[in-house]
């Protein structure tokens, strides 16, 4: 790998450990206020919002810029986002602009990597990627539930600057302070990354004009045929996960007892298992390989069922790592696959909007839908036998959808898959 590609996975690292972290202080921070349990839910949906809306623009962005500038801008939305949460913005609503400053940091992050290394390494660096941001979801998540927890939140409490009075009063409060800290280290991460001497892409003047060409990348996307099937696997893969952190928390209160600071260890089992099945993955599979993962999908879903089963933390723990491996072998395929199409076909910056516009639509509806179901007395019992039914059952159809692209299309799946082993030798 290029020396570059380090920084980069440093910069994402910090950036991936404090939202992470800020998701569990944010849940803790509803519950200090006693909001509803529906507004701890939407925390998902709101910070998914911007990928949504802004998702036919971030790309363009992406590339008309050098990488590291736009990872460095998104990175001080991100420090805005906790300094409203701080100092009297709601919370929902200052997660929400956390997610703005996300929405523009994926398509650089993820771009970057087809700028800066031959298709022959994209797997291999998705593969470590992913791995080091599920690590950053295991320590991001731990890191949060200690932040807030009642050994470390004391101690941050304790200090003070005399004859200031910074309105810091609160254990979610301390932690979002140490959290803007690592935010900044993270920027200061991007601010060493390369230029990869890809030639910009200017943004048009009128940004509307942009529409149109979303869409048509959106269709050209989801007519391909190694795309569509691709996109799909990693809509549904992110839309599940993506509400899966806090169902697991509501999950290990209702089951196990447990404090947000107990659950937010077992959120981090989780990405364990998922970072070993994204590196397994990594270098056991190749891009032209990467349908064959789909019925690790289904058995996913069927595990999830079984969630519902489980009262030990002990067999928790173990069940849970498996949970996640499935999905790391699972995805990190998948998502090469996905990126070497749609650079292929439209450029990194436009294909990455593309994919988190799906994917982060996907988070928003569930989150969406999960939140009012909370509010009308949903249990996380419940929720957790829908997300088991839905994974499992849209996996099976789109398995079906690619055995049936292979009976009805097998000439265009060959040249594709002739593409991509061309792309990788």
């Known amino acids: 790998m290029k020396r570059g590609f380090y920084t980069i996975m440093s910069a994402q690292f910090f950036s991936s450990l404090a939202d992470n972290a800020l998701f569990v202080a944010a849940v803790q921070l509803l519950r200090v206020d006693g909001a509803p349990e529906w507004q701890q839910a939407a925390l998902i949906p709101m910070f998914a919002l911007f990928y949504v809306l ?3 623009f971030v790309g363009a962005f992406a590339d008309s810029q050098p990488k590291g500038r736009v990872m460095f801008v998104s990175n001080a939305i991100k420090v805005l986002g906790c300094l409203l949460m701080l100092f009297g913005g709601h919370p929902l609503m200052a997660y929400a602009v956390v997610g703005l400053g996300a929405a523009a940091y994926s398509p650089a992050k993820y771009g970057i990597l087809t700028e800066l290394l031959p298709a022959s390494q994209l797997v291999q660096a998705n593969g470590w990627i992913e791995g080091l941001t599920i ?4 320590l991001g998540v731990l890191l949060g539930g200690q932040l807030i927890g009642p050994l470390v939140s004391p101690w941050l409490l304790s200090f003070d600057l005399p004859g200031f009075n910074s309105g810091i009063d609160t254990a979610p409060e301390a932690a979002i302070v140490v959290l803007v800290a690592v935010y900044a280290l993270a920027a200061w991460f991007n601010t060493r990354i390369p230029d990869t001497g890809v030639p910009m892409r200017p943004m048009p003047r009128n940004p509307l004009t942009l ?3 979303f869409h048509q990348c959106n269709l050209r996307l989801w007519r391909d ?7 799909a696997t990693t809509t549904l893969f992110w839309g599940v996960s993506g509400n899966l952190r806090y169902i697991v928390l509501a999950w290990a209160a209702a089951a196990l007892g447990y404090t947000v600071t107990q659950a937010s260890t077992l959120v981090g089992v989780v990405a364990i298992g998922t970072a070993v099945g994204a590196v397994l993955a990594s270098t056991r599979m190749r891009l032209e390989h990467a349908p064959n993962v789909m019925p690790m999908g289904i058995a996913m879903g069927l595990l999830v069922l079984l969630l519902n089963f489980i009262d030990n933390v002990w067999v928790a723990a173990p069940f849970l790592i498996l949970l996640g491996g499935l999905g ?3 995805v990190v395929p998948m998502n090469a696959l996905l990126q070497h199409r749609g ?3 439209m450029g990194a ?3 990455i909007a593309v994919q988190n516009f799906n994917e982060q639509a ?6 969406g839908l999960y939140a009012l179901s909370t509010g009308l007395g949903l249990s996380a019992f419940a929720a957790i036998t829908a997300f088991g039914l839905l994974v499992t059952g849209v996996m099976w159809l789109i398995k079906r959808w690619h055995a049936s692209n292979l009976v009805r299309h097998p000439q265009e799946i060959a040249r594709l898959l002739a593409i991509t082993r061309s792309d990788q030798s």
């Open 54 to 56: 802004l998702a036919p």
């Open 135 to 138: 690590a950053s979801i295991i």
């Open 211 to 213: 529409l149109p060409d």
């Open 225 to 231: 045929k190694l795309g569509q099937i691709s996109l």
């Open 328 to 330: 790391g072998f699972l």
């Open 343 to 345: 650079h292929n076909l």
């Open 349 to 351: 910056g436009r294909s």
């Open 362 to 367: 996907c988070i928003l509806l569930l989150g």
